[in-house]
């Protein structure tokens, strides 16, 4: 079997698309997965990282572009999808299967255009513009919130599935040895997660609590790359060797982490925004969490993400606003410091969670190659 996969910008347009073809080579050994993103998008860093063969079309995004630039957009796009039907002419995949990201629209026409069996997915409660657009010929649409479907068009083959993780996010890691690996010493953790770009708000808040709460916890601060150096900076801390970052005090800084799973494993309490990956995976792990929403996405999707997890007792949720630092401050060491709370808000995330959900997206995959719709 024969799978083209496609996704990219983001880690949370890359990772789930990672994820469903590692669980679609296990079901399937001799499956042959091809990944296609674009030469400047995260995902040509990322995805040879996860030893997958990955080719690059051109495009580029149009949404909220100057007109002049959506112009270009259109033109790049209208070329990659030319790109998409020379890959796909010498890959000859059986199934095509996107999850967002600008690049999936070319590629996805393609595999229209010569009648190619294929699926999209959706990370987020409200669906990109770019889904919405190809789940009107796709075969099937898989979608990680049972609240997503009434968004999309009637006729869209809709399926709830949750967000696909990856396997080796689920491996069982002890804490102790997660925290050795991490350079944290013992007592609660909280972890500040931004994404796979790192969040500027965040990493501010996170740095409010260090230097003017008197944080009394262990911090695993994840900046991101753009973040990292000022942050190292604000706090003072000094680079450790064997981390991968940089400690101060009960501190530490890393500006991306490869192995999240260590990460989940050694931490109590998650703080983050609301992207439909970084959900899905404190959920696939009950990991109880302060949520802050970024209001810089299209139609607000992240606050929507975020309130199915409050309204199941799995987060608490805090809007940007003048009172978000105290509000985020008094949840963090509420939380922190209230084992009985953290086992309580675990469990309903867990119950939230879907771990199988790779499993079952590449179980469906497989069905749709061999013709079952």
Same mark, same amino acid.
């Given at each position: 079997?024969?799978c083209?996969?496609?996704g990219?910008?983001?880690?949370g347009?890359?990772?789930?698309?990672v994820?469903?073809?590692e669980?679609?080579?296990?079901?399937?050994?001799?499956?042959?997965?091809?990944?296609?993103?674009t030469?400047?998008?995260?995902?040509?860093?990322?995805?040879?990282?996860?030893?997958?063969?990955?080719e690059?079309?051109?495009?580029?995004g149009?949404?909220g572009?100057s007109?002049s630039? *959506? =112009?270009?957009?259109?033109?790049?796009a209208? $070329?990659g &999808?030319?790109?998409?039907? @020379?890959?796909? %002419?010498?890959?000859k995949?059986?199934?095509?299967?996107?999850?967002?990201?600008?690049?999936?629209g070319?590629?996805?026409?393609?595999?229209?255009?010569?009648?190619?069996?294929r699926?999209?997915?959706?990370?987020?409660?409200?669906p990109?513009k770019?889904?919405?657009v190809?789940?009107?010929?796709?075969?099937?649409?898989?979608?990680?919130?049972?609240?997503?479907?009434?968004?999309?068009?009637?006729?869209?083959?809709?399926?709830?599935?949750?967000?696909?993780?990856?396997?080796?996010?689920?491996?069982?890691?002890?804490?102790?040895?997660?925290?050795? *690996? =991490?350079?944290?010493?013992?007592g609660p953790? $909280?972890l &500040?997660?931004?994404g796979? @770009?790192g969040? %500027?708000?965040l990493?501010?808040?996170a740095?409010?609590?260090?230097?003017?709460a008197?944080?009394s916890?262990?911090m695993?601060?994840?900046?991101?790359r753009?973040y990292?150096?000022?942050?190292?900076a604000?706090?003072?801390?000094?680079?450790?060797?064997?981390?991968?970052?940089?400690?101060?005090g009960?501190?530490?800084l890393?500006?991306?982490?490869?192995?999240?799973?260590?990460?989940?494993?050694?931490?109590?309490l998650?703080?983050?925004?609301a992207?439909?990956?970084?959900?899905?995976?404190?959920t696939?792990?009950?990991?109880?969490?302060v949520?802050?929403?970024?209001?810089?996405?299209v139609?607000?999707?992240?606050?929507?993400?975020?309130?199915?997890?409050?309204?199941?007792?799995a987060?608490v949720?805090?809007?940007?606003g003048p009172?978000?630092?105290?509000?985020v401050?008094?949840?963090v060491?509420?939380i922190?410091h209230?084992?009985?709370r953290?086992?309580?808000?675990a469990?309903?995330?867990?119950?939230?969670?879907?771990?199988?959900?790779?499993?079952?997206?590449?179980?469906e995959?497989?069905?749709?190659?061999?013709?079952?719709?």
């Amino acid at each position: 079997m024969r799978c083209l996969v496609t996704g990219g910008g983001t880690g949370g347009h890359i990772y789930p698309a990672v994820a469903v073809a590692e669980a679609l080579v296990r079901l399937v050994p001799r499956s042959r997965v091809l990944y296609v993103g674009t030469a400047q998008g995260m995902e040509r860093e990322l995805v040879p990282k996860e030893g997958l063969n990955f080719e690059t079309i051109r495009s580029s995004g149009i949404r909220g572009k100057s007109l002049s630039s *959506a =112009l270009r957009g259109i033109w790049a796009a209208s $070329l990659g &999808v030319g790109d998409a039907c @020379r890959i796909i %002419r010498s890959f000859k995949p059986d199934v095509v299967f996107g999850t967002g990201g600008y690049v999936s629209g070319p590629v996805m026409l393609a595999a229209r255009i010569m009648a190619i069996p294929r699926a999209i997915q959706e990370q987020n409660v409200i669906p990109g513009k770019t889904n919405l657009v190809l789940s009107r010929f796709a075969h099937k649409v898989f979608v990680a919130w049972q609240e997503s479907v009434e968004h999309f068009p009637r006729q869209a083959k809709v399926k709830v599935t949750g967000n696909p993780v990856r396997l080796n996010l689920l491996k069982p890691t002890g804490k102790d040895e997660a925290r050795a *690996a =991490l350079g944290l010493g013992g007592g609660p953790a $909280l972890l &500040v997660l931004g994404g796979s @770009r790192g969040a %500027r708000f965040l990493v501010d808040l996170a740095l409010s609590l260090a230097l003017e709460a008197r944080f009394s916890g262990q911090m695993l601060l994840i900046t991101g790359r753009d973040y990292y150096e000022n942050a190292v900076a604000a706090l003072g801390a000094v680079e450790q060797p064997g981390i991968g970052g940089a400690k101060s005090g009960n501190i530490i800084l890393q500006p991306y982490v490869y192995n999240m799973e260590k990460a989940y494993r050694a931490c109590d309490l998650v703080l983050a925004r609301a992207g439909g990956m970084t959900l899905a995976e404190i959920t696939a792990l009950g990991l109880p969490s302060v949520i802050v929403p970024s209001p810089n996405v299209v139609a607000n999707h992240q606050e929507y993400n975020a309130r199915v997890l409050e309204a199941a007792g799995a987060a608490v949720v805090v809007r940007e606003g003048p009172d978000t630092f105290k509000q985020v401050e008094e949840s963090v060491r509420q939380i922190l410091h209230d084992p009985e709370r953290r086992a309580k808000m675990a469990g309903a995330a867990m119950g939230l969670g879907r771990p199988h959900a790779a499993e079952q997206i590449a179980r469906e995959l497989i069905a749709l190659a061999r013709g079952v719709r």
